[in-house]
């Protein structure tokens, strides 16, 4: 039982660590993440109109994009889908802002980019340098929305689960020596 005890503790004490070294002195540990490739849509301005139209503009690249990340068996694939498709993520943007009556543009470009820390359901993504679509509505001076292209955490359908190794070692320790 002694032995349990203390190696529970070892475990607390180094997920502990983990865990504030990632916020050590009030500042997130800035990261370089390859594994992820991001979309960021930004808006005109905060005004309603700029707004809604780029709610409206980041769903169709989702539904754009989807099918292309969804035949990709690796990032590279992905990246290289995504990067072949700058020109008609902007072509669809812009139909809409001119569908709206818009009288900006778009401008998209794939380029690595400081993203702050986010959580996704069950999976954070630490604050870092992501490649990522960027995709400026106008000025883009307004509030942004932002997502994972690849692995597709923001086009799920609800059939990928993402898994944590730590938290299936925990569950697993929970469920081998009671709750």
């Known amino acids: 039982m002694k032995k349990i005890c203390i190696t529970l503790?070892?475990?607390?004490?180094?997920?502990?660590t983990a865990g504030c070294d990632a916020l050590a002195f009030g500042t997130?540990?800035?990261?370089r993440t390859e594994e992820y490739i991001r979309i960021h849509v930004r808006a005109n301005s905060d005004d309603e109109k700029d707004q809604s139209v780029k709610y409206e503009i980041k769903d169709a690249i989702v539904?754009?994009?989807?099918?292309?990340?969804?035949?990709?068996?690796?990032?590279?694939?992905?990246?290289?889908?995504?990067?072949?498709?700058?020109?008609l993520i902007e072509e669809t943007a812009d139909k809409i802002l001119a569908e709206r009556g818009f009288s900006y543009t778009s401008a998209v470009k794939v380029e690595n980019e400081k993203f702050p820390t986010r959580v996704y359901d069950d999976v954070t993504l630490p604050c870092g340098y992501y490649d990522a679509v960027i995709v400026e509505l106008g000025k883009a001076e307004g509030k942004n929305w932002w997502c994972v292209v690849y692995p597709p955490l923001c086009f799920t359908n609800g059939d990928v689960?993402?898994?944590?190794?730590?938290?299936?070692?925990?569950?697993e320790f929970k469920d081998k020596f009671g709750k």
């Open 161 to 171: 689960k993402y898994k944590s190794k730590i938290a299936e070692i925990i569950k």
């Open 63 to 87: 539904s754009a994009l989807t099918p292309l990340v969804a035949k990709c068996k690796s990032r590279e694939d992905a990246f290289d889908a995504i990067k072949k498709s700058e020109k």
């Open 9 to 16: 503790a070892t475990i607390f004490i180094i997920l502990l």
């Open 28 to 31: 997130e540990k800035e990261e």
